[in-house]
């Protein structure tokens, strides 16, 4: 039924092993674990640090990117300070800094796993082999297993906690479902862990917290697998990821209720696009919540995002615009800085400029798009209501 590669080619994960093995060997010295600020990559980090340790490793430590713009700059150059002896990537597409990997290569080893589109690749710029490897399973498998899977199999230990954070990994990227891994696990099992998968993400909905870490502090916590402890709720770490989820969620509802309030002044709407202001990355779940109410309609909801603006697009069930091929039509006017996705969903990034560009291009394709259909209806002698 589906075509997802669940698993990475184990000849690529001996690779990588013995590639991370060499390098926490030669020395005790500092390693670095950077990974994607989202449930996958904070799972792949988990499993990560566990296999270093299992090595001996003593000194690690860890950043967090987040997604809205995968502002890479802002961990450049602590990073070149720190000089790791390895730096290990998860889930970020970081080969699109070859300045910046050709200049921490000097003094670190580096491994990448990612997953995403391979998109601009600096590697072929990268001719030490043995102070750099990058397996993205796009490239090199048929498949963009996520980074979760990969860690789990490269510490390899299949204990329940390890299967847990499996599942939470995988669900929070959607590829629970249908998995091979979770046969024996009772439904009241999965939806304990999808309770506190959803908390997981949430702690990296927040701006400009790439240095704490609660959910990966809260994996770091358990002893023994989530299902046998009776009351998660005593566990500190989880309590609060448990009011960071609460905070997200009040303030999710609060906005949505003003765009609602919003959207009830216009009795005929021909498009949703939105502004809202928040500390935390709100956009997608609160686009995707209006695409239900809005089932003809695109829908753009947007924030300011560090220096850059940031838009999440979702379309409705009935509305047949295919939401990249929104996005190119909008690359030919206004410069952004990314852009893509899928057809119902794709979100894309620009400074205030070309944002303002961008969104009066969506306008005009949108109020272009309810014209000809309200001509088409005219014409078949339906009606508007
Ligand atoms: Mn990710």
Known sequence: MSDKVWLVNEELVKEARSFIQEAVSISNEKLAIIYHGDGDGCCSAYFASRFLKRLGAEQISYRWVSTADFDFKCLENPMLKDKPNLAIFLDLPIYTRADFLRT???????FIYDHHQPGKFAGSNLPDRAKFLYINPVIHQDGSTPATTF?????GENDLLCKEVLFMGLYTESWATGAPFFQDM??????????VARAIHSSFLMQNMNKVHYALNFLFSLDRPIIEIEDLGQN????????????VQNEKEWLLYLIMQDMKKMPQPRYVLK??????????IIASELRWRYPELVVGIWQKWRNLYYCELRKGKDCPINLVELIEEI??????????????????????????KAVEKIKEIMKDYMRKRRELKEKNGGSEQ
């Open 104 to 110: 921490l290569r000097r003094k670190s080893k580096i």
């Open 151 to 155: 860690a789990w199999q490269l510490n």
């Open 186 to 195: 009772s439904q009241e099992h999965k939806n304990k862990l999808k309770e």
């Open 236 to 247: 500190r770490g989880y309590q609060i990821l448990k009011n960071i989820y609460k905070l």
């Open 275 to 284: 502004r809202i202001d928040s500390r935390f990355r709100l956009c997608g």
């Open 331 to 356: 690359k030919k006017e206004a410069r952004l800085k990314t852009g893509g996705g899928h057809p119902e969903a794709a979100a894309f990034t620009a400074n205030e400029y070309h944002f303002k």
